[in-house]
């Protein structure tokens, strides 16, 4: 999408992404290997009664949505960053999720007129309609020759 296709209150939907075991336990292993991410046996002992994704991995796949959904060729170059995250409910293997974005402002910079600024909140539910992701993300686009990548 460009920029100029976003507006507030526009409601973005995406998914289903199957969570599998391999890459909890990929992603762990390599970023978050902590045990309830990355031992199975010991997981069922916990307070989450299983294995866990890392909340870093559920905003990956947040992420990886978001692109296909929505910035894949669009003049996004950056974002500031989060006003918060928040992972209210644990993501586990075999969970499918399914992103839902709100556009919250679309506007162009006061400082930098060429750059479009949208504040966007973005939820992961999984298949019982269970919150496992809330974020509210801030991206920058590049208006100023309309360049977007593929």
Not at 5 to 16: L, M, T, W, Y
Not at 122 to 142: H, I, K, M, R
């Amino acid at each position: 999408m460009r920029f100029a296709d976003f507006h507030v209150g526009q409601i973005i939907e995406a998914g289903p992404h199957e969570v599998t075991t391999d890459e909890v336990l990929a992603f762990a292993r390599r970023y978050d290997p902590q045990w309830f991410h990355t031992d199975p046996e010991a997981a069922v002992g916990s307070r989450f009664g299983g294995l866990i994704a890392s909340g870093w991995h559920t905003c990956g796949i947040a992420m990886r949505m978001v692109v296909d959904a929505a910035l894949r060729g669009s003049e996004s170059f950056a974002s500031p960053g989060l006003q918060y995250v928040k992972w209210p409910h644990p993501v586990r293997p075999g969970d499918a999720l399914r992103l839902r974005v709100e556009v919250l402002e679309a506007r162009t910079s006061a400082r930098q007129p060429t750059t479009g600024v949208l504040r966007w909140r973005w939820q992961l539910f999984n298949q019982d309609a269970v919150l496992v992701l809330d974020l509210e993300a801030t991206s920058f686009f590049d208006l100023a020759q309309g360049r977007a990548h593929g």
